[in-house]
């Protein structure tokens, strides 16, 4: 592309597009960086220098760029039809991407609502979870209108999935838009120095979940969780068997648990859904992100059999869920999102990429010796390095230093992409990455957090 060009591109996406999470002042005083397109584990921009995909894409892309067994998925559909409406009728890649979502998914999980983003399919889920109670007896359960997510959740940015989030920066000014969530402390093991063990920060957390369904149970619909990592908190990784605790308590207590897979799900921690490392069935699981393996957007919120039921009824009865979005169900995404659950299977993607998370592992004993790095938190290949001004003290630098942003933009220079999350570098590569890709994409970090103590 000519010099021109390359100009009036940065030009306009500086005069005409609003960019999500990111301040437009600082954003126009920069030079972005501008994509025109990609190839397995690389990303290229319009001047054509090449990155590593760190960020993969926003945590969606599952075997690299430009993928021909999903490009010929995309292209297959296309020559057939892009999309037809699933009100009053179906298609056939919805119904096979439901079925094969029924087979891969724990549990009596059997029964799919089709969205297209990762804020929808948490949205809808608290949507079916409050109508459940209502659907089965609208008296006795009148007051269970009420649902409990950790402090530091995030579930996206509709209101509904805003109103469970507890991240103070991105929600506090909705508040007066949202409905009223019961809090629940995360376990925060590097925040929490009041305890000596993690076991110690899980058994904390599980004791106030359950003296708050003691108190509380007749009012909550459900219990929503990131299962093992709270993603945009800064990749905070739960103790072993919190996860398995909270659905206990759910069962003691009937109360309904929604696990929201769309960043941790489809091989991210090295299982198809994160839920399965600790044997727990969710009532409602939402998925998305890595769902169609970084090409188009779906989403998906499955329930189980028991759920569906109580929406079975008589017109007059309304037990009807009144929800459905122009795209649900488009056959283009879900053609590609069954090619890549596919190619997941055939690739033995899991077993590589439980292979690299220990790869990834050693590789990244060496930032410990870096006096600004804090702690490093792993799940599968999802990373996180909490900078830190003090390692004593754990205290952060000041916004105005910028020096997350500086150690980012120092990456990018030297060719790999990654994002910050407040205090928190995150390391989210591709899941196909080979380990050449992988190691170098951590000497980067290691350099240019270096280079920036």
């Known amino acids: 592309m000519n010099t021109t060009n390359t100009k009036d591109l940065e030009f306009w996406d500086k005069e005409y597009v609003w960019h999500p999470f990111t301040q437009m002042r600082d954003y126009q005083q920069s030079k972005p960086l501008i994509i025109e397109k990609g190839q397995g584990s690389c990303l290229f921009d319009i001047e ?39 009100l009053g009728s179906a298609n056939v890649p919805s119904i096979l991407l439901a079925k094969k979502l029924a087979e891969i998914t724990p549990g009596d999980l059997c029964k799919v609502f089709y969205s297209d983003t990762g804020s929808a399919s948490v949205e ?65 093991v590097y925040r929490m120095t009041e305890f000596d063990r993690a076991e110690d920060v899980r058994d904390f957390c599980l004791q106030r979940l359950e003296n708050l369904l003691q108190e509380k149970s007749d009012e909550i619909a459900g219990i929503i969780i990131e299962p093992l990592v709270q993603g945009a908190a800064g990749i905070i990784t739960h103790p072993q068997d919190f996860l398995k605790g909270v659905e206990l308590l759910c069962r003691k207590y009937n109360v309904l648990l929604i696990c929201d897979e769309v960043a941790v799900g489809f091989g991210r921690t090295g299982t198809m859904f994160a839920c399965e490392q600790e044997g727990v069935i969710p009532d409602i699981l ?27 009824g008589e017109k007059n009865e309304h037990k009807t869920f009144y929800h459905g979005h122009t795209y649900t169900g488009n056959q283009l995404s879900c053609s590609v999102a069954l090619r890549n659950i596919q190619l997941i299977e055939e690739t033995k993607l899991l077993e590589k990429v439980q292979v690299n998370a220990l790869f990834v592992h050693e590789q990244l004993k060496a930032l410990h010796r870096l006096s600004i790095v804090g702690d490093i938190r792993q799940r599968g290949l999802m990373v996180g390095i909490e900078i830190v001004k003090d390692k004593k003290t754990k205290a952060v630098f000041p916004l105005e230093e910028n020096k997350l942003d500086n150690i980012v933009q120092t990456a990018r220079k030297k060719g790999l992409i990654i994002r910050q999350l407040d205090q928190v570098l995150t390391f989210i590569p591709i899941l196909a990455m080979d380990q050449d890709d992988l190691r170098k994409a951590i000497d980067i970090i290691y350099q240019s957090i270096s280079e920036n103590m």
């Not at 760190?54 to 075997?63: D, I, P, Q, R, T």
């Not at 269970?144 to 929600?171: E, K, Q």
């Not at 508040?175 to 809090?183: A, C, E, G, Q, Y």
């Not at 992100?289 to 079975?312: E, H, N, Q, R, V």
Request: aromatic fraction near 12%; hydrophobic fraction near 35%.
């Open 48 to 86: 054509g220098n090449k990155y590593l995909d760190g960020y993969a894409s926003l945590w969606v892309n599952v075997h690299g760029h430009n993928v021909p067994e999903l490009n010929d998925a995309l292209i297959n559909q296309v020559n057939k039809l892009s999309h037809s409406t699933l």
């Open 124 to 188: 809808i889920a608290l949507k079916i979870a409050y109508q459940y109670w209502k659907n089965i007896d609208p008296i006795k359960y009148k007051n269970r209108n009420t649902f409990i997510s950790l402090d530091d959740a995030y579930h996206g940015d509709t209101i509904g999935s805003v109103s469970v989030g507890g991240m103070d920066l991105y929600h506090r000014i909705f508040k007066p838009l949202l409905f009223k969530r019961v809090s629940l402390p995360t376990p925060y």
């Open 286 to 312: 939402c998925c998305g992100k890595g769902i169609t393996g970084g090409y188009m957007p779906l989403a998906a919120t499955i329930t189980s059999k028991k759920i569906f039921d109580a929406f079975l």
